[in-house]
């Protein structure tokens, strides 16, 4: 195959490529789909992350709870037991096995969707810990916050 060859097979392959993916070579994308979805400015969406911080450690404290009862309730039987505020969506409920001594460590991720379809905006994720009473050591139910995140989900 020659060089030319080489290189319209290249262009037509960039051209067949280009045309399945739908890209258009610039632009800024579906109006429809950007018009759906309002914008939020980075400091109103800083500003939800001590509301999901506090959310995600209420969560966090449910699920100790549910480990403590030795339930095993899923995040979405949670959260219909115990709606979340306005834009809060459950993003991750995870309890661990637990160990040989009872003990479990589970974790919670919160996130903030200005619709419900949204891509989620920031994040906040809680751990939380529970092991029996065993002997002269005191039951334990501990939650803590593991971090929070901009422009992220869980």
């Not at 290249?10 to 632009?27: E, K, N």
């Not at 992350?49 to 979405?76: H, N």
């Not at 751990?127 to 929070?148: I, K, W």
């Amino acid at each position: 195959m020659s060089t030319a060859q080489r290189a319209a097979v290249l262009v037509l392959g960039i051209v067949v490529l280009t045309g399945l993916t739908g890209c258009s070579g610039g632009g800024s994308g579906d109006t429809a789909t950007t018009a759906a979805q309002p914008e939020m400015s980075q400091s109103e969406r800083k500003a939800t992350i001590p509301d999901l911080e506090k959310e995600a450690t209420t969560v966090a404290e449910g699920m100790v709870d549910a480990m403590a009862d030795g339930r095993t309730e899923t995040g979405s039987e949670y959260v219909a037991a115990h709606p979340l505020a306005d834009h809060h969506h459950l993003g991750k409920w995870e309890i661990g096995k637990p160990d040989a001594t009872g003990a479990s460590i589970g974790t919670v991720c919160i996130e903030y969707r200005p619709t419900k379809d949204a891509d989620p905006v920031a994040m906040a994720t809680a751990t939380a810990q529970y092991a029996p009473a065993n002997g002269s050591v005191r039951e334990l139910r501990y939650t803590s916050p593991g971090g929070n995140g901009l422009n992220v989900g869980c």
